[in-house]
C-alpha cells in the first residue's frame, strides 16, 4: 500500500514538463505582450515546443540593436537566453535576440562561350625561337 502511494505522490513531478534553461534557438510561432510584459512560443528545430515568460527586464536585440517585443514577427529565428522563474511555471527568457537568415548564396552563372571565338580558361606567353615551315613528316634544316 506503501509502493501505491508513492507512486501517486511521484505522478505530479513526472507528468510536469522539463522547463528549458540556457540556451534555446527556435522560430516564433506566437508572441503576446501587454505593456512591458508577456509570453512567447517557440519552436525549435527539432520541433518542441517552448513557452517562456517576459517582462520589462528582458532584453530584445534585433539587428544588433536594442528592439521591442512588439517588433517580433512569426518566423523569425530567435535565440534566447532562458533562466527559471520561481514566480512563474513557464522558463523567464532574459534575452531574445532576433537572428537575421542569410538567403544562401547563389552561384553566379557561368558566361556562355562564343561558338566563332571560344576562348579558354588559359593564358600562355612567350617568344617564338624557331618557326619550321614544310611539309608534313619532312625533314627540316
Same mark, same amino acid.
Given at each position: 500500500? $506503501?509502493?501505491?502511494? @508513492?507512486?501517486? @505522490? #511521484?505522478?505530479?513531478?513526472?507528468?510536469?514538463?522539463?522547463?528549458?534553461?540556457? @540556451?534555446?534557438?527556435?522560430?516564433?510561432?506566437?508572441?503576446? !505582450?501587454?505593456? *512591458?510584459?508577456?509570453?512567447?512560443?517557440?519552436?525549435?528545430?527539432?520541433?518542441?515546443?517552448?513557452?517562456? &515568460?517576459?517582462?520589462? /527586464?528582458? =532584453?530584445? +536585440?534585433? +539587428?544588433? +540593436?536594442? !528592439? &521591442?517585443? #512588439?517588433?517580433?514577427?512569426?518566423?523569425?529565428?530567435? +535565440?534566447?537566453?532562458?533562466?527559471?522563474?520561481?514566480? !512563474? &511555471? @513557464?522558463? =523567464? #527568457?532574459?534575452?531574445?535576440?532576433?537572428?537575421? $537568415?542569410?538567403?544562401? &548564396?547563389?552561384?553566379?552563372?557561368?558566361? $556562355?562561350?562564343?561558338?566563332?571565338?571560344?576562348?579558354?580558361?588559359?593564358?600562355?606567353? *612567350?617568344?617564338? /625561337?624557331?618557326? /619550321?615551315?614544310?611539309?608534313?613528316?619532312?625533314? =627540316?634544316?
Amino acid at each position: 500500500m $506503501r509502493f501505491f502511494a @508513492l507512486i501517486l @505522490l #511521484a505522478l505530479p513531478l513526472i507528468a510536469q514538463p522539463r522547463t528549458p534553461i540556457g @540556451l534555446i534557438h527556435g522560430s516564433l510561432i506566437e508572441c503576446h !505582450s501587454s505593456g *512591458g510584459a508577456g509570453e512567447l512560443t517557440v519552436r525549435t528545430a527539432d520541433d518542441q515546443t517552448f513557452r517562456f &515568460a517576459f517582462d520589462d /527586464k528582458t =532584453y530584445f +536585440e534585433r +539587428e544588433q +540593436e536594442h !528592439s &521591442a517585443p #512588439a517588433r517580433l514577427e512569426k518566423g523569425d529565428w530567435l +535565440e534566447i537566453v532562458a533562466d527559471q522563474s520561481p514566480a !512563474s &511555471a @513557464l522558463s =523567464y #527568457a532574459r534575452i531574445v535576440h532576433v537572428i537575421e $537568415r542569410q538567403a544562401p &548564396a547563389r552561384l553566379r552563372p557561368v558566361a $556562355r562561350a562564343d561558338p566563332l571565338f571560344p576562348r579558354g580558361d588559359l593564358t600562355f606567353a *612567350g617568344v617564338v /625561337k624557331l618557326l /619550321k615551315r614544310g611539309t608534313p613528316g619532312a625533314a =627540316y634544316p
